[in-house]
């Protein structure tokens, strides 16, 4: 069976993280606080926060922010219900945009539904896509007057927050830069399945106006994500600093020292290995698939941006839900995993329970229906490539008479 998106785990990332348990200092420590300064080096952005999950992430930021009940958060029907539930957990409301037809965030429709009570915009880099940034920033410049801000965060930046979630997108490119300085802040995940993974993590980059100072918020939110213990547990260690205050009900989020080692060697070695074999890959998927006249390609590059390579959305032009899911059936029975990315939030019994519909996100139901993700991994081999192809060539055939 060809799995669809197993971690690369080698001797140099066994050995690292051997190391780190030998060390004596296994938890947040001086591993991760190294892993978060490359990172900063990494994405060009003005701060690092590494945490337990890209989830805590957004959550944090919407925290710090004081994203509350009565607020709304505009983000797209077609993501993981992560970047959704996030704002739940704040007790404000999710308003959906519907996509366009790269799977990205409509930005016209975000500005539709923009109202006085909108506190922060989430688009998501979907399969690794980067955005339109230049499009969601003049969004937010152009529409202060509409803004209403309830705390110093909120008056300090007098504007909506544009909180990126690039799970998917880091080492992608926008204009010439890696994803990270684009938004106000932008999350990034290091879960098992992506593209440069800690087993689970994640990283927060600041990019805020210089009127903030990304210095001060770093330091609050590494408080406010462990407890709100005013020293954590490696400042503690230092002779005589035994003692510690509680200043708010915190959080358990931070990262640990295994988890940056592992993040470490996979950071090293990304650009110059990782995603040079995952374009090989997609390269090769686009190559066969652009013969047949059923197969719609995704984009991976323009003039403005590329692509992390993170999913491969493959689409069969013209078949609906039912004709898609039995397409994947036949797939698996070939050996091969294939992937949904995603079922739109307004599909889901919670979202459902709450009133969403999928016939307000038309696109996003198409795009949904005729999607099928194909396998991308650095071990995955040129014969394995092969036999993806093979199975997916065949199993639409075999359906052709619903096309
Ligand atoms: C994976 C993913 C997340 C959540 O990442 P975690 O690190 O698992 O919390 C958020 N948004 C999207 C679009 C994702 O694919």
Request: aromatic content about 10%.
């Amino acid at each position: 069976m060809i799995p669809f998106s197993p971690p690369r785990i080698d001797q140099k990332i066994i050995d690292e993280v051997i190391e780190t348990l030998k060390s004596g200092w296994i938890t947040t420590g001086p591993k991760t606080k190294l892993f978060e300064k490359k990172l900063q080096e990494y994405t060009n952005s003005k701060r690092c926060l590494c945490l337990n999950s890209a989830t805590a992430g957004l959550e944090l930021i919407l925290r710090w922010f004081g994203v509350k009940p009565g607020d709304e958060v505009i983000l797209p029907a077609y993501t993981y219900c992560a970047t959704a539930n996030v704002v739940i957990h704040c007790g404000a409301t999710p308003v959906f945009a519907d996509i366009c037809d790269d799977f990205n965030i409509d930005i016209k429709d975000v500005a539709n539904k923009l109202t006085e009570r909108t506190k922060v915009i989430i688009p998501v880099d979907i399969c690794g896509l980067p955005c339109d940034y230049d499009e969601l920033n003049s969004l937010i410049n152009n529409n202060k007057n509409l803004f209403t801000p309830e705390n110093e965060e909120q008056k300090k930046l007098g504007r909506v927050l544009l909180l990126s979630d690039s799970a998917h997108s880091i080492g992608a490119i926008y204009d010439n830069k890696k994803l990270g300085t684009q938004s106000d802040v932008s999350v990034f995940s290091f879960h098992a399945v992506k593209n440069l993974t800690t087993a689970e993590g994640g990283a927060i980059s600041f990019n805020l106006p210089n009127t903030f100072d990304c210095e001060e918020i770093y330091n609050k939110l590494c408080i406010k994500s462990l407890h709100g213990q005013n020293k954590d547990a490696l400042s503690k260690l230092k002779k005589g600093s035994w003692r510690y205050d509680i200043i708010e009900a915190g959080y358990k989020w931070n990262m640990t020292d295994i988890q940056a080692a592992i993040g470490l060697i996979e950071l090293e070695r990304y650009d110059s290995d990782m995603l040079v074999k995952r374009k090989q890959i997609f390269d090769k998927y686009t190559e066969s698939f652009s013969k047949y006249s059923w197969a719609k390609l995704p984009i991976t590059i323009n003039n403005k941006k590329e692509t992390s390579y993170h999913v491969y959305p493959l689409r069969i032009n013209g078949i609906n839900e039912d004709t898609r899911d039995s397409i994947i059936s036949e797939i698996f029975e070939q050996e091969v995993s294939v992937n949904v990315h995603f079922i739109p939030l307004p599909l889901m019994s919670f979202y459902k329970s709450l009133g969403y519909n999928i016939k307000d996100y038309p696109v996003a139901y198409k795009n949904y229906s005729q999607e099928i993700s194909l396998p991308v991994y650095y071990d995955l081999r040129d014969q394995d490539i092969e036999k993806v192809i093979n199975a997916v060539v065949s199993a639409v055939e075999s359906k052709k008479n619903n096309l």
